[in-house]
């Protein structure tokens, strides 16, 4: 049975066809960007007092970011450590295909006020993680309990 859900997670049954519900998510990352994202993936775990995927990481990570205050988002977009977390190592997550919407709808709005011109998508995943690794115990309590 395992076996069966695992293999039928990623996809949602229609009346008419069977739509994608999880896709992989592409992250260029340094070694210090790989570290923080298993350092965020940890705490988050341990938060949640269970063993969680990958992609739930980058989900909390993006949930978080798109609450905080406009013009923090853009600090943290523009902040020259949060550059120094991109590199040339791929790594990939899977995740639902909402995150990639979440992605897109913080990049244009930062680029409709002019204050960043149109991020990659993957320096706003690694500007979320940032402020991920921030927030308190509380808040990836919070964020965890969200997720389920």
């Avoid at 978080?64 to 040339?88: I, N, Y």
Wanted: aromatic share 6%; with cysteine.
């Amino acid at each position: 049975m395992a076996a069966l859900d695992s293999l039928s997670a990623g996809y949602s049954k229609g009346a008419i066809m069977v739509t994608r519900t999880t896709r992989t998510y592409r992250l260029t990352m340094s070694d210090r960007g790989l570290d923080l994202f298993l350092s965020c993936h940890l705490r988050l775990c341990m938060a949640a007092r269970d063993l969680l995927s990958y992609g739930s990481t980058l989900q909390a990570a993006m949930m978080l970011f798109a609450s905080r205050d406009f013009d923090e988002m853009v600090a943290e977009l523009l902040d020259p450590a949060v550059a120094k977390l991109a590199g040339d190592r791929q790594h990939y997550v899977g995740a639902s295909v909402e995150l990639g919407d979440m992605a897109r709808e913080i990049r244009a709005r930062v680029s409709e006020t002019g204050a960043v011109h149109a991020p990659s998508l993957g320096s706003v995943y690694i500007a979320a993680l940032s402020h991920m690794s921030a927030v308190g115990d509380r808040e990836l309590i919070r964020i965890s309990c969200q997720l389920r």
